[in-house]
């Protein structure tokens, strides 16, 4: 089992960054491959991007390209999302999930993440 922290939401304007982080502890985290997602008021949870168990291979939801980048760092368990040229419309809740090895296909799908953190609010003003 791991456990999962978010942390660096907020409030920001048009056009700016944040870079969120999920804190794993528990099991080993390159057991698991890694996805975030996010979550606006009266929407469904959406797929953002996800990274691969060894951070090689990335896939990101046709909204957020080349504006976000998902990345991991296997020695410190951790999980990163930066969020560039931010837009109000990517004002949501961001979760990060954990999807235990072995997997295969894109991870798209919320159901097949097997833990989530709690969350951290993001909010772009326009």
């Not at 969120?20 to 008021?41: E, I, K, V």
């Not at 949870?45 to 998902?70: C, H, L, M, N, P």
């Not at 560039?84 to 961001?94: G, R």
């Not at 997997?103 to 919320?110: I, K, M, Q, V």
């Amino acid at each position: 089992q791991v456990q999962l922290v978010e942390s660096g939401g907020g409030l920001v304007q048009t056009g700016g960054s944040l870079r969120l982080s999920c804190a794993a502890s528990g099991r080993t985290f390159d057991n698991y491959a890694m996805g975030w997602f996010r979550q606006a008021p009266g929407k469904e949870r959406e797929f953002v991007a996800r990274i691969s168990w060894i951070g090689s291979t990335t896939y990101y939801a046709d909204s957020v390209k080349g504006r976000f980048s998902i990345s991991r760092d296997n020695a410190k368990n951790t999980l990163y999302l930066q969020m560039n040229n931010l837009k109000p419309e990517d004002t949501a809740v961001y979760y990060c999930a954990a999807k235990n090895r072995p997997y295969a296909g894109t991870l798209y799908n919320s159901q097949e993440y097997d833990y989530w953190g709690q969350g951290t609010q993001v909010t772009v003003s326009s």
